[in-house]
């Protein structure tokens, strides 16, 4: 209990003044301080900048058409690139209540994430090494650290975790995969991925001490528990399975 407090002060301590356009907040009163809680990317010319550089280049050379192609399916973000792992009635037309509720959710990640972005300003693989292939097309941010896409998908693979603790560990695998995927296409560096973990989870854990939001979570989680055959609650029978 005593480090659950001690997180929720570090968490507190580092939500920085809210600007103009933070205002927009569904859930969280100020835009966490993210790259104060994350680790700085490597400075250029450095040991690690080589071997995260290293890291592109080789996902690169070893990379299979197959990789390629779901590579560039998951340029637009959305949460039910997990239907492979919860299946077809994983999708909007099902989950009004779900749907809506990771949207509010991932709009507030996503102020976090701009502003850190802008505070860190590192550039992409693709913009400082002739060595990368800019094989998903340029992006639309120029800016790498930490990986947006990788702050989706981590709050989303924790928070749908939380909900359906029976794929916990395939969420988080297909989670894992995306980041590499980004590494592949030269959109990220390893250490884009890892910032981008990293503050996914700390998004996540400051939005479960604010009271509407895991009032939602909750709704949510019932929804999504009743339309895909699961049980109320985790271990309970299940006759809909049963069958």
Do not use: C
Request: aromatic content about 8%; proline content about 9%.
């Amino acid at each position: 209990m005593l480090i659950r407090y001690a997180m929720l002060a570090l968490l507190l301590s580092a939500l920085g003044a809210a600007p103009a356009w933070a205002q927009k907040l569904n859930y969280l009163s100020q835009i966490i301080d993210v790259p104060g809680l994350i680790p700085p990317p490597p400075p250029p010319d450095s040991e690690g900048f080589k071997e995260d550089l290293a890291g592109v280049v080789e996902a690169q050379e070893n990379r299979t058409e197959v990789q390629l192609r779901r590579a560039l399916a998951e340029k637009t973000l959305t949460i039910y690139h997990f239907a492979e792992v919860l299946g077809p009635k994983f999708n909007a037309q099902n989950l009004p209540v779900t749907d809506a509720f990771f949207q509010r959710m991932q709009a507030d990640a996503r102020a976090s994430l701009i502003a850190a972005k802008n505070a860190i300003q590192r550039p992409r693989p693709i913009a400082v090494s002739k060595q990368v292939q800019a094989l998903g097309g340029t992006p639309r941010l120029p800016t790498g650290y930490p990986s947006g896409g990788t702050i989706f998908t981590t709050s989303t693979a924790i928070l749908l975790a939380k909900m359906i603790p029976e794929k916990r560990y395939e969420l988080h695998e297909r989670n894992r995969e995306y980041g590499q995927n980004r590494i592949m296409i030269g959109e990220h560096f390893p250490r884009d991925i890892r910032g981008g973990e990293i503050a996914g989870t700390v998004i996540v854990y400051a939005l479960m001490e604010v009271p509407a939001f895991t009032r939602d979570f909750q709704a949510a989680r019932a929804e999504l528990r009743q339309v895909l055959g699961y049980p109320a609650e985790p271990g309970a029978a299940n006759p809909v399975q049963a069958k």
